[in-house]
Nanobody
């Protein structure tokens, strides 16, 4: 059973940066597409970015130019570097793993099989 644990969240001022990490255990990460999702209070969970098992990357429009996803299979870890953070980025961020073998990783939460517990990111002055 693949287990995922997020870290790196917290409180940051507008314009600041955070790097989230998603550490995997229990199974090799190399076979999975990994996605980052977020859910703000009263809103649906939305895809932020994902990276396929072959390294192909997709970003939501809200993340383009500000966020960078990367994976280190040797360390079984996926990262989300977030820059120029704004209050609207405040949410619980989740990483998730998908068995999808599609060329491009999915951005729909329903396509993901394993989830981390989530971590709070708050952008506020």
């Amino acid at each position: 059973q693949l287990q995922l644990v997020e870290s790196g969240g917290g409180l940051v001022q507008p314009g600041g940066s955070l790097r989230l990490s998603c550490a995997a255990s229990g199974y090799t990460l190399v076979y999975f597409a990994i996605g980052w999702f977020r859910q703000a209070p009263g809103k649906e969970r939305e895809g932020v970015s994902c990276i396929s098992n072959s390294g192909r990357i997709t970003y939501a429009d809200s993340a383009k130019g500000r966020f960078t996803i990367s994976r280190d299979n040797a360390k079984a870890t996926v990262y989300l570097e977030m820059n120029t953070l704004q209050p609207e980025d405040t949410a619980i961020y989740y990483c998730a793993a998908s068995r999808s073998v599609q060329r491009m990783c999915p951005m729909d939460p329903v396509d993901y099989d394993f989830w981390g517990q989530g971590i709070q990111v708050t952008v506020s002055s």
